[in-house]
Structure formats: C-alpha cells, structure tokens
C-alpha cells in the first residue's frame, strides 16, 4: 500500500524553539585539560549567558565525533559528568564531522518534540591525545576490504575532491586561497582562535604541500575544545531575553557509503539538506533571503563547495564571490565571519562553536569585534562530514 | 500526536554469523520491516536512524556505513550512539516534532566480529581512574554490583539461579533464541563461579542479529493497517559512568520508566502492564530492573521470581521470549529484541510463546557495563 502524505502535517512541531546562550572554550592543543573538563567550561559559559542553572536543564545532547581521538569506548559516557548529563535524560548523536551542526538539530527536536522545555546541547572534541597524529584516527574510517589496503588517508581524497572542483570550474588555486586568507584573518577578532594570522596568497600557494593540490594552509588544524548551546521552548526564552533567536529550519542528509561513485565536484548532500532546512524555513531564495552563512570550511575550496550546495552561489560561482568580497566580514553576505575553521580551529564535533554557535552570536548581535557590518535578521550554518557524505544545515532568524 | 509501530523486521538471533557481512544482517531486517509496513523507504520514509557505537563495529565513523543496506541513501539519516530503545525515542521525537512522517530505527550486533570483548569494554572506562586496576575482565564490576544488591535485598544463590531456568526454559519457545536450554536449578548451581558471587551462567552470552521498526503518526498509521501496535511512552535517562559515584541501584530503569509511564499515563505499574521484556545480561540485573521498573516491591521480587508469578503463564511474565540469557547479548540491538518481541506479543503474533493478555507491554534496556543509562518503551494496543 502506497503511503500518501498528510497535506500540511510535514514540520507541524509542537512548539517553537529558541537559542538563548551559548558558549565554548579556547581551541588548541589542551593537554592539561580531560574531555570532561572541556565540556564544564563550555556548559559553564552558555549557562551563565543563558543566565540558567545546571537544575534548569531538563535534558542534554552530546555530540562528539570518533571514539578513536580520545581513545574511548562509548565516549559519550564518558563525557556525561562534565557536560551536566548526569542524572538527567541524555543522548549523543553521531553524524562524523557533521555531528558540529547536528547536536543543535538534536536539540532542536528534543525541545519542538515537548518532550524538553530546555535543552543544553554540548559538543566536545579532544584531538591531542590520538597519537602520532589525530590522523592516524581516521585510518579505522574506511571500508575494511575496498579501501583499507590502498592505507588511503584524509588528505588524499580531499585532493581528488578539491581536483575535481577546480577541473569542472576551471577554478585556479589563487581564487580558493582567498578563502584562507579571508577566514585566518577573521580569526584575528576571536578570543578561541587557534591559528588565526594575516597572511597572503603567496603564503598559502608556497606552503608546504601536504597531497597535491592541498597545501598546508589550505588546511584546518587538529585542535581540542567544546562548545554548548542552550535551545528553550517559547514560554521559557520570553523569561530570559527580549531577543532569543529562533530556529526556523532545520535538515540533513546523508550519502551512499561509496564515495568513489559519486561526482565529487557538487555536494548533493548538503543540497537535500539545504532543501528540507529551507522548506522549513520558508526560504525559497536563501541568496536573497540568506544575510549571513556559515558553511563547513575544514578546507578553504570546501567554504566554496558548501556555499553552492546551500544554494548561495550557483555552481561555480563562490570563488567569484570571494573575489569580489562579497563574502568578506563587510561584504553583502558575510561567510564564516568567525574566522571558520581555518582561522579558529577543527576540533571536529564542537565545531558547533564556530557554526551554530557563532550564528547565533551574530544574529543576537553578540558577536563583538566579529559583528558583520550589515543588519541581519535570517542566517545558515552547515556542516559536513563522514566520507564527504553528510549534510547538517541549520537556519536561523532573529525574527519570529 | 500518537506514534505507532507499523512495521518489525529482524535478522537472526544467532551465536556466530561467519557466512554474513553486518550489512547482511541489517539489509535482511530492513527488508523484513518494509515488507512488514507495505513501504517503499526510497519514496515514503523521511528519517532513519541507526544505533551503534564505533568500537563495537570497529569503525571510526560508523555512520558512514549505514545508508545504502538501509535504502537511505541522500535522505536524513544518523546515528544515535545508544540502545535501540535511545533511537526509538529518537523517531518518537522526529515524529512529534514533525521533522518525520515515517520514520526508521536500526540496531544491530556482529558480537562474533570482536575478539576482545573484555578489552573492548576496558576502553569505555576512565583512562586514569579504572582502566589500569588490576588485569580484571569487566565483568566483575557487574560482580560488584551483584554483590552489593544481594546483600542489600538478601537474595539467595537459588533465587538467582531462578531467573537463569526461567529466560532459559523461555526460549526453549523461541526459535530465534540460540542460547535456550532445558535448565535447572541444580545446573545453575554447578556452574562455575567465574566472578564470584556470579557464575557462568549467570552471564549472557554473545548474539548476532539485527531489529528494524518503522514508526509513523496517527494518519499514516491508520492507513496502513488496521491494529497498529502504539508506542505510548519512551524515556531515557543517565547517571554518571564512573564506579566510585554512581548509586548501583538501577536508578536509571527507575527514573527512564517514571518518563515513559508518565507519558503513556500509567500511575501503578504492577497492575497496568501485562508483561515485560527487561533487561537480563546478568541474571541479577533481571531482578534489580523489575523493582526499577516497579513491576514489583522492592525485597519482595526475588521471592516471587521462585514462586513462578514472573513466569510465562504467572501473573506478570517478564522476558517471555528468554530474554538475554536465552537470546543472547544483543549490544545496542538488545532493546531491539525486547521491543521486537513486546510487539509481537501484542499483535499476536509470538507463535508458541504467545500470551494470552497482552495489552500493554514495557521493554527496556541498560547500556552495559561500565555505565549506569538506560531506556524503557511502553507499547500498548
């Protein structure tokens, strides 16, 4: 029997959700600090900005990323005394590097659900201590007879893939550059940056090649860290601010495990997410209706790559944009005006810090030296991640 | 908004699969379940959820895998790291909250695949504090437990021993039970104290198989079969995973069933549930779960477990399909076959081991050693 689909049911929630505070911690290398302490200070900041209590929180999300960094069977067990889970309904979801715009969506339906009038999202990530290299972690992420015996690493396919993209647009390595140079020096106005620096093309065309085309600025670095979040229901952000901003949309979706099978120059992934997150939302033209983004950019040519499968250049068209400082802080549609991962750091789940939560900032007009200079009432955040296979989009407004 | 089960699938359970690839065992039951439903997942499903955890399928990022065994292939799709019941909870939102009409979950275990299970659950522990004492299997913090909860109650061997020849002799009924066996009191009682105060038996072996519901609202329910089987309450809830702090009094079964009663609004537990899948991977946690999950008076349960009322034809029969200890431990697909089988009971169709009042129906499942999280489901007719 054929299902047919009730008109008008689709995305009918039981209530509303909002943001009301969020916060994260500095991202570098923190030998000193265990994952559990990471989370406390994360949850520690969005709850004083929240302006709530530990005994507030009804129920928390964790999102973490692999178990293989930390070492940790079960890792969100772990982390559960650190992050207020303790004594409370708590859930780790798990989508790999997209789990950073994933854990607010998590939030999202906790709270629009009924099921929480106020849920604390806290995403942590603790790369140091994966020895030699945070790399070596992701050698347990491939198919075990397929791909395993090529010994392929991360690097490699993003360089097929950063290939492809440049090929398909005739796109000059020069003009995905800019996005390095851009986001590093947006980094410069925040507090966490890990690498934040003012640099130049040159510089990223003369660094050191880590697999053709990628050279090392063209990369994110491993970094350890947290960030939370506070989503509410209605009745309880009208208690805390005047100004909480709404989720509006939310979407994700996930590719065929065989990535070798798909054209890598267009992110379909992001494209299904951006979709359902904009029917949502009610966006039909997010390049008009889009005042901010922040798009994944663990690779400058990824900002690019995300900025099409949002929907917020056509194909082929963001390195142009870039160019043209359309996209810079002061630019008409400010991207990754944290300073992205490139310039702040890739600590993979809590990347929410950079994304949801920095959207957040800039829409509360919270983000300090970081505000984009035009106004803004409606933004996007995305993230991407197992391999190349999963869009997380999240859409924003400050208006109701 | 009522949320309804509208379609089961499972593959196995069996103690080894070596002639089966995991996503064998999850395409079978996913075929099952859509068959079941009379949907097509490309076209009318629009979330999927599976429930896994990397170091149990020995993946990094296990989520890659899941989409294409699953028909998911560009559409939501993720993973809940937890028990099958954590992502039933998980759809029962997508559902309310209207992100889904119809939505999927998925648990399984390829348990034959890991050759250091021991090792594997060493790593769930605090690096600094537990890992390193001594080179003790795990098992005997569930020993401790055990320890601390029959002194506490004053259980006797034989009363343990009770639970162990009942799951056991339940799943002689079962014919996806592997581990079922005509047992006595007398062979518990030889078996070998590994862990002292538990014995061998005690312990639920290992299973492989795989559990796929489709879950879906009122409307659609009502479309596609006349008995929908209604998942009426969910509830989840943690304590700390560290030994030296958390209660050892199933608080979590507790405290997850108050959630879950509250929203199918039962108010006393012993006499609105019929039956109930629990969670039995140690013979004593069976007992310690009744009493979290209310079913029974605390310091009364062992005694009734002997007198036969939590048996198949007693008053409240608990773990009818043979629980873990027939089954088998089932990872995170072990709420997957408690609730499998509470679904089965209540639409009637649980073959030889079928109940003849099933009108509602609690399953719920424990995270494993070394955490103190669990979930529980209701699911009524």
């Keep these: 029997m054929e299902v047919e689909k009730i008109k008008g049911l689709k995305f009918a929630k039981k209530q509303d959700v909002a943001i009301v505070g969020a916060g994260m911690t500095t991202w570098k290398r923190r030998l000193n600090e265990t994952g559990k302490e990471l989370s406390y200070i994360a949850v520690k900041q969005a709850l004083e900005e929240a302006g709530l209590t530990i005994d507030d929180i009804e129920m928390v999300v964790m999102g973490s990323a692999p178990d293989t960094f930390d070492g940790l069977h079960m890792k969100g067990e772990y982390l559960l005394d650190g992050s207020g889970g303790s004594d409370r309904p708590y859930m780790r979801v798990f989508v790999g590097g997209g789990t950073g715009v994933f854990a607010p969506i998590a939030g999202y339906w906790h709270v629009a659900s009924g099921l929480a009038d106020v849920c604390l999202v806290v995403c942590e990530e603790k790369m140091s201590s994966c020895h030699p290299h945070p790399q070596s972690g992701f050698k347990g992420i491939w198919d075990p007879i397929l791909e395993r015996p090529l010994t392929p690493n991360l690097i490699w396919i993003f360089a097929l893939e950063m290939r492809r993209y440049m090929h398909v647009h005739n796109i000059k390595h020069e003009d995905i550059a800019l996005v390095s140079v851009k986001n590093k020096r947006n980094a410069l106005d925040h507090p966490c940056a890990q690498v934040a620096e003012k640099i130049t093309v040159e510089d990223v065309l003369n660094s050191e090649p880590m697999a053709l085309p990628v050279r090392r600025l063209d990369v994110s670095p491993p970094s350890d860290g947290a960030a939370a979040l506070i989503m509410v229901a209605p009745h309880i952000a009208r208690q805390l601010t005047d100004e909480p901003v709404w989720v509006d949309g939310v979407g994700w979706a996930l590719d065929t495990t065989m990535w070798t099978n798909r054209d890598l120059y267009f992110p379909r992934y992001v494209a299904e997410a951006a979709k359902m997150a904009y029917k949502m939302a009610h966006i039909t033209d997010p390049k008009k209706q889009i005042d901010v983004a922040e798009p994944y950019d663990p690779f400058d040519y990824k900002e690019l790559h995300h900025m099409e499968g949002l929907g917020l250049a056509r194909k082929g068209e963001a390195p142009i944009l870039t160019k043209e400082g359309v996209t810079a802080r002061d630019g008409d549609l400010p991207t990754c005006p944290s300073g992205g991962l490139l310039g702040v750091g890739n600590p993979i789940a809590a990347t929410m810090g950079v994304k949801a939560c920095e959207l957040y900032w800039q829409l509360a007009y919270r983000a300090g030296k970081r505000q984009v200079a035009k106004e803004v009432t409606t933004g996007v955040c995305q993230a991407w991640g197992d391999l190349m296979q999963v869009g997380t989009v999240m859409v924003m407004s400050n208006k109701r | ?381």
């Design chain 2, 1 to 381: 908004m009522r949320v309804a089960v509208v379609g089961v699938g499972y593959s196995g359970f069996n103690a080894n699969t070596p002639d089966l690839h995991w996503k064998e065992i999850m395409f079978e039951a996913a075929v099952r379940a859509y068959e079941d439903a009379g949907i097509n997942p490309r076209r009318d499903v629009d979330s999927f959820i599976t429930c896994a955890e990397d170091i149990w399928e020995g993946f990094a990022i296990f989520d890659e895998f899941v989409p294409d065994q699953l028909g998911a292939v560009l559409k939501p799709t993720c993973t809940i790291c937890g028990d099958f019941l954590y992502g039933l909870a998980t759809a029962y939102m997508h559902i309310t909250s209207g992100l889904a009409e119809v939505a999927v979950v998925e648990a399984h275990s390829k348990a034959s695949d890991i050759l250091t299970f021991g090792e594997v659950i060493k790593f769930a522990m605090d690096p600094i504090w537990l890992r390193q004492i001594g080179n003790a299997h795990p098992y005997y913090f569930a020993a401790l437990e055990m320890a601390q909860y029959i002194n506490e109650c004053c259980i006797t061997e034989e009363q343990i021993a009770s639970v162990v020849v009942k799951n056991k002799n339940n799943a002689r009924l079962n014919p996806s039970a592997p581990y079922g066996g005509k047992v006595g009191i007398e062979d518990v009682l030889n078996s070998p104290m590994v862990f002292d105060p538990m014995r061998k038996i005690e312990i639920a072996p290992r299973a492989d198989g795989a559990v796929v519901f489709v879950l879906a609202n009122e409307e659609i329910a009502k479309k596609l079969t006349d008995s929908p089987v209604w998942l009426k309450g969910v509830g989840w809830w943690s304590e700390t995973s560290n030994f030296d702090t958390m209660s050892f009094n199933a608080m979590y079964a507790a405290k997850a069933a108050k959630m879950a009663y509250k929203m199918a609004g039962i108010t006393n537990a012993a006499k609105e549930v019929d039956f109930a899948e629990v969670d039995d991977r140690f013979a004593f946690k069976e007992i310690q779960h009744i009493e979290a999950l209310g079913l029974s008076k605390r310091f009364e349960t062992a005694t009734l477990m002997v007198e036969g009322y939590f048996d198949r034809n007693g008053e409240l029969p608990i773990n009818v399909s043979g629980g873990n200890l027939g089954v088998g431990n089932l990872l995170e697909a072990t709420g997957g076959q408690k609730a499998l089988e509470v679904v089965l009971q209540l639409r009637g169709e649980a073959g030889k081991r079928q109940l003849s009042k099933a009108e509602v129906g609690v399953a719920q499942a424990w995270r494993y050693i070394p955490t103190a999280s669990g979930a529980v489901a209701v699911f009524g007719v």
